[in-house]
Nanobody, 126 residues
Framework: QVQLVESGGGSVQAGGSLRLSCAASGYTYSSYCMAWFRQAPGKEREGVALIDIAGSRSYLDSVMGRFTISRDNAKNTVYLQMNSLKPEDTAMYYC????????????????????WGKGTQVTVSS
């Protein structure tokens, strides 16, 4: 059974940093694309970052240069390093996976992904 478990969320002040982790189990992790989405109250879920099995990455324009997605196949874990956080980054962050993906992340929608974690809350205060 596929399981994705996020961790690392929290409350920080603007300009601060957080690193989110998503631990995967139940399938051949290294063969899957991994993505981070976020959803703020009253807003639609949006793709933030995507990494494919070759290690190619793409990002939401508003986080480019501030967020970095990476994966450790030996640990079955994908990370999202978030620097220079802004209040508008406040949201619930989710990881998701699918076998095939395409760049940029903006070309993919939540329904493209079959498995999701339960999310981790990120709150950035001004």
């Amino acid at each position: 059974q596929v399981q994705l478990v996020e961790s690392g969320g929290g409350s920080v002040q603007a300009g601060g940093s957080l690193r989110l982790s998503c631990a995967a189990s139940g399938y051949t992790y290294s063969s899957y694309c991994m993505a981070w989405f976020r959803q703020a109250p009253g807003k639609e879920r949006e793709g933030v970052a995507l990494i494919d099995i070759a290690g190619s990455r793409s990002y939401l324009d508003s986080v480019m240069g501030r967020f970095t997605i990476s994966r450790d196949n030996a640990k079955n874990t994908v990370y999202l390093q978030m620097n220079s956080l802004k209040p508008e980054d406040t949201a619930m962050y989710y990881c998701a996976e699918r076998i095939a993906c395409w760049h940029p992340i903006a070309a993919m929608v939540p329904t493209d992904f079959g498995y999701w974690g339960k999310g981790t809350q990120v709150t950035v205060s001004s």
